[in-house]
């Protein structure tokens, strides 16, 4: 048996797709299709517009009051499936299979240095923990998960629990040598990937070891 909460967002499901494939549509329109209550309707649409999900519109109308109108907002879409990974592999493919793999290796050293030229002045006049810091919360503005903490001898670990790019990295291992690189350009200190998941691991995981001169990171070309 449905629960009340499994009911609630069953709905609210149902509602979103219904505004995906049919809308804009009116609470009555909504409540028709689904064979409830507007007044119940009216409760799920008013939560999504507090999370910013779905908004309003009124239409005006020959006669009568204006309608208003339900649809989503480009948020709402993170609630919908994407198989942007597909179309990098696949445009990742046909690269290799024109221009072979050295212009793959090309296409994700030009992202490094992009990045590298990004967040290097993140990293200015810090020392390596606040840089693993930094580099930490970078890494989760991004969707990876991580974490980070010092280990007795002095070093530091760092642990990325999703990766984003993870079907890309599986079958380009560049991806992943290059965000290693990043990774001790941005620190300035030795950086050794000691699990991956792209390699079925559980995590990245990233042993990072200070550098005798401390060096801060460059904007390596």
Known sequence: MMKKGQESGSTRRMIMTLLKMKGPLTIAALAE????????????????????????KAVRQAMGRPLHVYSLTERAEDHFPKSYHNL?????????????????NVLFEGRRKRMLAQYAPMMENRNLEERVAELSSIQNAGGYMAEWNQEEDGSYVMQEY???????????????????????ELLGAKVTRTECMAEGGQSCRYAIIPSKKGKSPELSV
């Open 33 to 56: 299709e689904l064979g409830i209550t507007e007044m119940g309707v009216r409760r799920h649409v008013l939560q999504l517009e507090q999370e910013s999900l779905a908004k309003t």
């Open 88 to 104: 990098a592999l696949e445009l990742l493919r046909e690269l290799d299979h024109g221009s072979g793999q050295e212009a793959v």
């Open 162 to 184: 999703n990766c984003p790019i993870r079907q890309v990295a599986t079958q380009y291992r560049k991806a992943c040598q290059c965000e290693q690189a990043l990774f001790e």
